[in-house]
């Protein structure tokens, strides 16, 4: 059965702290994605990463970064947290070829206070 | 740039079909997909359809693709209270090279009234 767990489903942080959340894949997919949902705005996409090493940005990636050390394992940072960054965070991954079906996190609820 | 455009909320009885539209701009979508979520839980793919069909059926689905107005829409026959969720339409906004990157749009809320 395809897997893409998120380390945490729900965060409290406090503002200014440096936030990890972890994402991992049993599925040996090249893609993986970093969503951000947010009631009326549907997912809009922050980082995402085609290979190892890999990065490129979405729409929306101000006060992120991203790691992907390992082809499993892709990580979302946030730098110094701030109240407007309290949302839902979705990992995805999909296979580099083909239809693209991306497989979905449980998710992780954020709230920054 | 790429967008894709839902209504957010849609509320039928129990039996009745559902229609859920989507609009989207970007005309070199290779494929086009209905995520479903769940209170909860992440996102789910219903169901595709390549660029190239006009309609695909899956058993209590229908996926109606309208190229030259770049209009999707799923269609529930049936609906039942266990269809009540958020749905999603996205398209494959390839960019430069195959990312396989996702654009969403912003999700209709289904509620099935018994």
């Known amino acids: 059965d395809v897997k893409v767990t998120q380390s945490s489903r729900y965060l409290v942080k406090r503002t200014g702290e440096k936030v990890f959340l972890e994402c991992v894949q049993d599925m040996d997919h090249e893609n993986m994605f970093w969503y951000r949902q947010d009631p009326g705005l549907g997912l809009r996409l922050i980082y995402f990463?085609?290979?190892?090493?890999?990065?490129e940005k979405g729409d929306i990636p101000e006060g992120y970064s991203v790691s992907r050390e390992k082809k499993e394992r892709f990580s979302l940072i946030l730098e110094s947290a701030s109240t407007n960054q309290t949302s839902m965070y979705l990992c995805?991954?999909?296979?580099?070829?083909?239809?693209?079906?991306?497989?979905f996190g449980q998710g992780t609820r954020l709230t920054v206070v | 740039g790429e967008d894709v455009e839902q209504s957010l909320f849609l509320s039928v009885r129990e039996g009745d079909s559902s229609v859920i539209n989507c609009t989207y701009t970007d005309s070199s979508s290779t494929y086009l997909y209905w995520y479903k979520q769940e209170p909860g839980a992440g996102l789910q793919l219903l169901t595709y359809i390549f660029s190239n069909m006009d309609m695909k059926q899956d058993q209590r689905l229908t996926v109606l693709l309208n190229k030259k107005d770049k209009h999707l829409s799923l269609r529930i026959a049936d609906t039942q209270t266990g269809d009540s969720a958020i749905y999603f339409c996205a398209e494959s906004g390839f960019g430069s090279g195959n990312t396989g990157k996702l654009i969403f749009g912003q999700g209709t809320t289904l509620q099935v009234k018994p």
């Open positions: 995805a991954s999909s296979l580099g070829t083909g239809t693209t079906e991306a497989f």
């Open positions: 990463s085609y290979d190892v090493k890999m990065k």
